[in-house]
């Protein structure tokens, strides 16, 4: 089974200063993993993807994270935080399930940015 | 916007209850997923349609169950409601059943049984 886990379920920054998520997952196939952030009373919108291809992804809004196999990590970087950018944020890995497919969360990490 | 609508947005029912949950997909998307969001579980799947057809179950109760109609919306059913049950519900939608598709997530319906 795939599975992801976020290390951090809060983390706090200044403005302007880097913003680092964690997010290492297990997959015995090759991952398919997703950052999506959560602002408060609103659905789910992904920041980036990595299914194939190169393993550095740009996101929206500035974010990054790198796909590192050795490491199995994915974690998600931003070079200078901004208020705007409090909000929860869910790394996913992607499989097939039965005839279908889904996505599995790990279990969020609230950023805060101070000033 | 995501391009994915549900309804109704708020629910507060009573235990013992049934409601319905209503999702509609991004123009042209095939496949519907549902997820709930609660403090306790986080963010879990439980069931996925394609054109019309269940293909994947999750963590859904024997009291829930879901449809996707022909024209491609999709309804969670949910019975004999639970305190537990309390949560906020989330539909999402992708072009078609693969795991490299982008999920695209609906507002979700904040479910209150009382």
């Known amino acids: 089974a795939q599975s992801v886990t976020q290390l951090g379920s809060h983390v706090s920054v200044s403005e302007g200063a880097l913003v680092l998520l964690r997010c290492n997952y297990s997959?015995?196939?090759?991952?398919?993993l997703f950052w999506y952030v959560q602002y408060p009373n609103q659905g789910l919108q992904l920041l980036l993807k990595?299914?194939?291809?190169?393993?550095l992804v740009k996101g929206i809004n500035g974010f990054e994270a790198e796909f590192k196999k050795s490491e199995t990590s994915f974690h998600l970087t931003k070079p200078s935080a901004h208020m705007s950018d409090a909000a929860e944020y869910f790394c996913a890995v992607s499989g097939f399930t039965g005839g279908g497919n889904k996505l599995t969360f790990g279990t969020g990490t609230q950023l805060k940015v101070e000033l | 916007d995501s391009g994915v609508t549900q309804t109704p947005k708020h629910l507060i029912t009573a235990t013992g209850q049934r409601v319905t949950l209503r999702c509609s997909p991004r123009?042209?998307?095939?496949?519907v997923y549902w997820y709930q969001q609660s403090l306790d579980q986080g963010l879990q799947f439980l069931i996925q349609?394609?054109?019309?057809?269940?293909?994947a179950k999750g963590n859904i109760l024997e009291r829930f169950s879901a449809q996707q109609f022909p024209d491609l919306h999709s309804e969670l059913n949910l019975s004999s409601l639970e305190l537990g049950d309390s949560a906020l519900y989330f539909c999402?939608?992708?072009?078609?059943?693969?795991?490299?598709?982008?999920?695209?997530f609906g507002p979700g319906t904040r479910l209150t049984v009382l």
């Open positions: 999402a939608s992708s072009p078609r059943q693969d795991p490299t598709d982008t999920q695209y």
């Open positions: 349609y394609y054109n019309g057809e269940e293909r």
């Open positions: 123009s042209g998307d095939l496949s």
């Open positions: 990595y299914t194939t291809g190169a393993t």
């Open positions: 997959s015995s196939v090759p991952p398919y």
